[in-house]
């Protein structure tokens, strides 16, 4: 028998959200199978009053979904809403709640106190969603779980299944705690990090059964050693100085880690290749850094690649820099119903793996759920470059062109000239490149770190904005403490490190490579 999901919220507020979740329960393939919604405006004329009908449909139901909002809605003469009762029942008689909060500037006080209260009822939620495609993700990850750790699938998608063997104890709890401050600052995650909260925030993502039992999700995000239960789970970088792939090959990487230690190191490799002019301190104090290519659209890709994939491939996510493109390949295919023509246009999007994707968003990589590609393609059009191209073989790939391209003719001169911040990549520079020992040798973050810096001495929260950088938690163990080891990088207050008013500047040595890397970019 299907179970009944019975749909609650003010219904004047969220009409459109509430019929979305209906429609879409109803005509998924999967979901039809078990669920079958329950909306109260749908329910025919009876010789009953409005507030037993709901009420009596609300303590039948199997699963209830509650959408909070701005407005408390019609109260009755105990100054209690209908939408609240609903909730009390569905708790009184131990119906599965999922609960999910529009993000919104201002909330009604009685709904707040609501909100509230759901928080303290419910460990695996709420979930904080601001348009209808974020709820449709957010739904489709909830029920699917909902379904997994229930036994009512063999098998589901690969994030979502539990793992065999891994533990809690597989998982790092420093890991955990620099999700949530990201989570927190980017996304208004509702939950603090203790110790005691680990339980309820893999709860709220999803992440673990009601029993403790791991998801292979959980183990991509969080674990100690990713590569232990997933070898394949790494990202393989190379750069080539033609616009074949061809030797000579003028850097290699295979980078390993979690979920967001891959993201970052491949978008860290792109960005060490390509060029990066410093511009003047004409606006102000801090002299800005222009990549070649915008770097949210380098995110966006390697993003798309990681949370797509098929994790039960033995293949990996490959970036490759060309002369002129940049190409990001992941293992597997297009979920179901989304072509490569609708990818250029507005689509739903339903993540391969939605339990992934759900905390890479939460951590602020990407803007929003369902938007991957169509930003991608804005962010490059914006920067004067040749729209970006997708391709379905045995692998999903994304092209994004470099200003250099040889086909790129679709920008007028006018246009090129006003950002001539953006270097073209000539044989001249390759060449530098590869004979010169010093700049051949240097790390990805220990570059970007001298880039951003510049001339300036900058605190950490300067210098984390200047980089860009998604994942806060690591600066200075992966970007100073490596540039500083290696002279270029000094502390204003070495002897305190935890000071609020810490600060970074180069050194002699530092402001040299500085000023050959911008030789280097501006030749």
């Given at each position: ?435 010169d020992e010093e700049i051949n040798t240097l790390s990805n973050q220990v570059r970007r ?75």
């Amino acid at each position: 028998m299907r179970q009944t999901i019975f749909i609650s919220s003010v219904q004047s507020e969220f009409e459109a959200e509430r019929s979305m979740i209906a429609e879409y329960i109803r005509t998924d393939a999967l979901f039809a199978r078990y669920f079958e919604p329950f909306l109260f405006e749908e329910l025919p004329a009876q010789d009953v009053s409005a507030q037993k009908a709901y009420l009596d449909a609300a303590s039948t139901a199997d699963i209830y979904i509650v959408l909070v909002g701005e407005r408390y809605g019609y109260e009755d003469s105990e100054g209690v809403s209908p939408t609240e009762r609903e909730y009390d029942i569905a708790t009184e008689n131990s119906a599965y709640r999922l609960a999910f909060v529009k993000d919104v500037e201002k909330r009604n006080s009685k709904e707040e106190k609501f909100k509230n209260k759901i928080e303290q009822d419910i460990t695996r939620n709420p979930i904080l969603f601001s348009t209808i495609d974020e709820l449709r993700n957010n739904v489709y990850a909830a029920l699917v779980h909902y379904l997994f750790v229930k036994r009512k699938l063999i098998s589901g998608p690969f994030d979502a299944s539990l793992h065999p063997i891994a533990s809690l104890a597989d998982l790092d709890k420093n890991k955990i705690r620099r999700f949530v401050g990201l989570a927190r600052e980017k996304r208004k995650f509702p939950i603090q990090y203790s110790e005691e909260h680990i339980h309820t925030i893999l709860s709220s993502l999803h992440l673990i059964s009601d029993n403790d039992e791991v998801t292979n999700a959980a183990l991509l995000l969080f674990g100690k050693d990713v590569q232990k239960w997933f070898i394949s789970a790494t990202i393989k970088c190379a750069h080539f100085p033609t616009e074949l792939m061809s030797k000579p090959i003028l850097s290699q990487q295979l980078i390993e880690g979690d979920v967001f230690e891959v993201i970052d190191g491949a978008v860290d490799f792109v960005l060490s290749k390509i060029d990066a002019r410093v511009g003047e301190r004409t606006q102000s104090a801090q002299a800005d850094i222009r990549y070649e290519l915008p770097i949210q659209a380098v995110t966006e890709a390697i993003v798309n690649a990681v949370i797509h994939r098929d994790y039960t491939s033995t293949g990996s996510v490959q970036v490759m820099l060309f002369k002129d493109r940049l190409e990001v390949w992941n293992p597997g295919r297009l979920p179901y119903g989304i072509t490569l023509a609708k990818l250029s246009g507005e689509h739903n999007s339903i993540p391969v793996n939605p339990l992934l994707a759900r905390p890479v968003y939460l951590a602020g990589y990407i803007e929003q759920l369902g938007t991957g590609t169509t930003d991608l393609i804005n962010r490059c059009i914006e920067y004067g470059l040749r729209e970006p191209e997708f391709y379905q073989n045995e692998n999903f790939r994304t092209i994004i062109w470099r200003k250099t391209s040889n086909h790129d003719t679709n920008h007028d001169t006018n246009h090129d000239s006003n950002h001539d911040e953006v270097l073209s990549n000539n044989k001249s520079n390759e060449n530098k490149i590869v004979y010169d020992e010093e700049i051949n040798t240097l790390s990805n973050q220990v570059r970007r770190v001298v880039l951003a810096l510049g001339n300036a001495q900058l605190t950490r929260e300067e210098l984390l904005d200047k980089m860009e950088l998604r994942n806060r938690g690591n600066l200075r163990e992966r970007y100073i403490n490596p540039a500083v080891e290696a002279g270029y990088v000094k502390l204003r207050f070495p002897d305190s490190l935890q000071r609020k008013d810490q600060a970074y500047y180069l050194t002699r040595k530092g402001i040299k490579l500085l000023n050959k890397l911008k030789k280097l970019g501006n030749n």
